[in-house]
């Protein structure tokens, strides 16, 4: 299982990026797939998930900013994010179950078992 995170970048203050997580050896569409967010000396903290059956949840700091969505044709999911923020810099991280069908405990990093590596956005003032 393999888990590639890609899309981050430079992007000044009130602009927009498009993260991918791309997934190898497992079907995005039978898991839970979710974004988490790691800033310099700050502990990683959720961003949002999408769960097989399509349901989406965005932690309090991206309502309104942020989208979610998934190819599965592909096997890759995405998170849009809009009116970027210093505060948003950090990396962000893709990261599924062990396990299809299973839910991992919202808005934690508890049951979350494969990580991608991670890709670094960087919001400028």
């Known amino acids: 299982v393999q888990l590639q995170a890609s899309g981050g970048g430079l992007v000044q203050a009130g602009g927009s990026l498009r993260l991918s997580c791309a997934a190898s050896?497992?079907?995005?569409?039978?898991?839970?797939i979710g974004w988490f967010r790691q800033a310099p000396g700050k502990e990683r903290e959720f961003v949002a998930q999408?769960?097989?059956?399509?349901?989406?949840y965005f932690a309090d700091f991206l309502k309104g900013r942020g989208t979610i969505s998934r190819d599965d044709d592909k096997n890759t999911m995405y998170l849009q994010m809009n009116s970027l923020k210093p505060e948003d810099t950090a990396v962000y991280y893709c990261a599924a179950p062990k396990a299809a069908y299973t839910r991992p405990t919202r808005a934690t990093t508890r049951g979350y078992d494969f990580w991608g590596q991670g890709t670094l956005v960087t919001v400028s003032s």
């Open positions: 050896g497992f079907r995005f569409d039978d898991y839970v």
């Open positions: 999408i769960a097989w059956d399509g349901n989406t």
